[in-house]
């Protein structure tokens, strides 16, 4: 009876180590992806599950209420997730090998290092050339308010901002999911994020129709959100900035921002590098700190860098757990 308990045990762990190798291949392979080719382009652009939901939702949307609006998410995210979890699940059955690719592709899809990183090193040129328009409109290209009113400072602080909210928004939160649900989580993610940026705003006709996809994204982030401020707290001590401001800031600084959840990865950059973060009229961040510069967005890059590899560690410890608690392959 011992005999065959522990040789059950035996079976199970095994069982475990495979589905724990399958998924750390998968999300180093989605990693590299990105690294390497960037953002998908031509034809491909066609078949991104964010395009697709966002073209769904712009297709179907009209002024309506909140019944509506839930219909709206549901058939503009529901769908795409068993599609592109389906598609890889399949080929995996007819090629081990074509499938892990696939997969690996679909997770690539819905996060991106590299996208974010290139337009803040590239902004940073610019600045540092002296060409301030073209770093202004390339900014335009990553926040919403109106750039050509900024000075320097607040187009460096505008750039910091993007750079800590993207970290959770575009890389942390859909990991952070797929660590707990797989490619299925991370589309998760990844699509309420969209549905939220189509609809999730105030004032008619899309109050009502996107207080559910608004509502959405700030649960799906919520978790990921707080779990930043800790991440960028090790990073912060690894490549020795100040990360005991990083983690008071994000304390004491998060609810400037009326978002529930955006707060808390800027104030912590904003403790980490010893600035301020303000967008004129809206927050200001760590007050009676510096003012940022180019040295400072620098600085938040190396940051940004230092998060991400924070983040996999953490990520990979997660996806270990509950392998270990539920050997699913998902």
């Not at 967005?297 to 924070?310: G, M, N, P, Q, T």
């Amino acid at each position: 009876m011992v005999s065959e308990e522990y040789e059950a045990r035996e079976i199970i762990m095994e069982s475990a180590e495979v589905v724990i190798q399958y998924y750390m291949s998968i999300l180093l392979a989605s990693v590299l992806i990105d690294l390497v080719f960037g953002e998908p382009r031509g034809f491909l652009i066609n078949i991104h599950p964010v395009i697709l939901c966002g073209r769904i939702s712009y297709k179907l949307f009209r002024p309506g209420g909140r019944f509506f609006g839930i219909f709206l998410w549901i058939i503009s995210v529901v769908p795409l997730i068993i599609t592109f979890y389906l598609i890889p699940r399949v080929l995996i059955v007819i090629n081990a090998i074509i499938g892990i690719v696939i997969y690996a592709y679909f997770l690539k899809l819905t996060f991106s290092i590299k996208l974010m990183r290139n337009y803040a090193r590239e902004i940073l040129r610019r600045v540092e050339l002296g060409n301030l328009n073209d770093a202004r409109a390339l900014t335009q290209e990553i926040v919403r308010r109106n750039v050509w009113e900024l000075d320097h400072q607040h187009l460096m602080s505008a750039v910091i901002e993007s750079l800590a909210e993207s970290f959770v928004d575009g890389f942390l939160s859909p990991l952070f999911y797929f660590a707990l649900f797989g490619l299925p989580g991370a589309l998760l993610q990844r699509l309420s994020n969209t549905m939220d940026s189509m609809v999730g705003y105030k004032g008619w006709p899309y109050e009502d129709v996107g207080w559910f996809s608004a509502r959405a994204d700030t649960i799906m982030n919520y978790v990921p959100a707080r779990l930043s401020s800790v991440i960028i707290m090790i990073a912060s001590a690894m490549i020795g900035l100040d990360w005991k401001d990083s983690m008071k800031a994000a304390i004491l600084e998060h609810n400037r921002v009326k978002s529930a959840n955006s707060g808390w990865p800027m104030a912590s950059f904003a403790g980490a590098l010893n600035v301020m973060l303000e967008k004129v009229g809206v927050y200001r961040i760590n007050n009676n700190a510096q003012s940022p510069s180019t040295s400072t967005l620098r600085s938040a890059i190396k940051l940004f860098d230092a998060s991400i590899i924070v983040s996999l560690v953490i990520i990979l410890i997660i996806l270990i757990i509950r392998v270990l608690l539920l050997s699913l392959f998902i």
